[in-house]
């Protein structure tokens, strides 16, 4: 028996140092198979008429309330090997007639681990932030129309319980890939100016409790004069309250989920072994000599 508390001690110490080092790479993925991630939001949006201008001496703010639906998944299906297919639709419409105003789906492949994409001019870009976020990096974000925006650590706030950090952009970007069937001519592009994105992300596991997102106007634009030529549409949308309610919950459970893979299971492996392998040490030796006389006699 002595033996066997032993061994067992041993085993428990080995796998809790063979989980550390080796194993529990293997489940610290960013996008493993089947995560996803939904967020509704109220926001404003409307576009402009045929004069190509908005409404005079109004903002965003003063825009009718659209709401916004987004849900974006992860699955090894249709992925080479080792990465994941990151399916991302978004789409907004109006909470009266329910009427789609805008719809776009964002595809790309994506490595699991870090969440930065493989292919393209995106590549190594991150999707969403990671796990294990630093404050003192500027991570390049690249989902549905954004392309390449460096995304800093803003502040931290506690939403719903959950400490963040707030990682935002705010500049002007080119908002192209939103208008995929619009009539650009030779020397025209479409840009946002003074964009803000902002994401409120669960440091360690990079998940996002908090999402908003605000343009005060998509602009037709001259490449060679950088002249404003009409602006298109404005729109912004903020994660609701039921949302935050939903995504608080969500982000406990993947913090759970990391704190199980990183904590709980070597460190509890290291307790028992160390536990055993005490009793086995201080065990003392059956005796066997009765037994043994019995035998003989």
Known sequence: MKRVILVLGIVLLVFAAVWYFVLRSNFNHRFPDGWSWSINSIGYGSFTDDSGAFSENTTLADDPIVISDRDVIAESANAPAGLVHIIDHFETYDPVTNAVTWELTFESIVDPVTGQHTEGEIAGD??????????????????????????????????????????????????EAAYPDYPLQENETIICFNVELEYWVEPTTGEIVKYREWCEGDYLVNTE????????????????????????SVVNNAIMRYQAINLYIPVGAVILGLIFLALGLFLPEQNNSGSEKKVAA
Do not use: C
């Open 126 to 175: 991150y999707y969403f932030l990671p796990q294990n976020v630093s404050k003192d990096v500027v991570y390049n974000i690249s989902n549905t129309s954004y392309r390449s925006l460096g995304m800093a650590f803003r502040g931290e706030e506690n939403i719903s319980g959950i400490n963040t950090w707030l990682f935002a952009y705010y500049g002007d970007f080119n908002n």
């Open 225 to 248: 004069t950088n002249e404003r030529i009409k602006a298109i549409q404005r729109w912004g949308a903020e994660s609701d309250s039921a949302d935050l309610i939903r995504q608080a």
